[in-house]
């Protein structure tokens, strides 16, 4: 289920059966990093549409996070625990954080067993039809890291 009022209307009738939460983590960049970072959003915008696509009924996608690259810090880390915590009081059971931003690895902070971090792959030169079959390609992969920490 998507973030959008249609969605949100079935996630609110349907609840006891959607136990995931995804966020994609996305970065912003205002200088030289601007075109990676925008990257990086297409990416993991895609492939989030994708597994939301494939887990229809089950996770529900929220809106992107957004931080500014470069100055990532304990203020970032805490207002993504407040999003964490306010999810999980209205009863999901899991969230996962989906990322390409190599920041966010290793970073002690309490999310570390939520984060996917995948690297990005390019996609600006590709046609669609390319797009959505690498986005499928992933999926698939994605699929059993889910499972396996549905399974912890």
Same mark, same amino acid.
């Given at each position: 289920?998507?973030?959008?009022?249609?969605?949100? #209307?079935?996630? /609110?009738?349907?609840?006891q059966y959607i136990d995931t939460a995804v966020i994609p983590l996305l970065?912003?960049?205002?200088? #030289?990093?601007?075109?990676?970072?925008?990257? *990086?959003? #297409?990416?993991?915008?895609?492939?989030?549409?994708?597994? #939301?696509? *494939?887990?229809?009924?089950?996770?529900?996608?929220?809106?992107?996070?957004?931080?500014?690259?470069?100055?990532?810090?304990?203020?970032?880390?805490?207002? /993504?625990?407040?999003?964490?915590?306010?999810?999980?009081?209205?009863?999901?059971?899991?969230?996962?954080? /989906?990322?390409?931003?190599?920041?966010?690895?290793?970073?002690?902070?309490?999310?570390?067993?939520?984060?996917?971090?995948?690297?990005?792959?390019?996609?600006?030169?590709?046609?669609?039809?390319?797009?959505?079959?690498?986005?499928?390609?992933?999926?698939? *992969?994605? /699929?059993?890291?889910?499972?396996?920490?549905? *399974?912890?």
């Amino acid at each position: 289920m998507n973030w959008n009022a249609k969605d949100i #209307e079935m996630y /609110l009738k349907e609840k006891q059966y959607i136990d995931t939460a995804v966020i994609p983590l996305l970065p912003i960049d205002f200088n #030289e990093g601007m075109k990676a970072a925008a990257a *990086q959003g #297409e990416f993991i915008t895609l492939l989030t549409s994708h597994l #939301e696509h *494939q887990f229809k009924g089950r996770i529900l996608l929220y809106p992107s996070f957004t931080y500014l690259k470069g100055t990532y810090g304990s203020n970032d880390a805490e207002r /993504l625990l407040d999003w964490t915590n306010s999810i999980k009081e209205n009863g999901t059971k899991h969230v996962f954080y /989906l990322t390409s931003d190599s920041d966010w690895k290793n970073k002690g902070h309490t999310i570390e067993d939520s984060l996917i971090w995948i690297p990005s792959i390019p996609l600006e030169n590709l046609d669609e039809q390319y797009k959505h079959s690498i986005m499928e390609d992933q999926v698939k *992969q994605l /699929l059993n890291v889910i499972v396996q920490k549905w *399974q912890m």
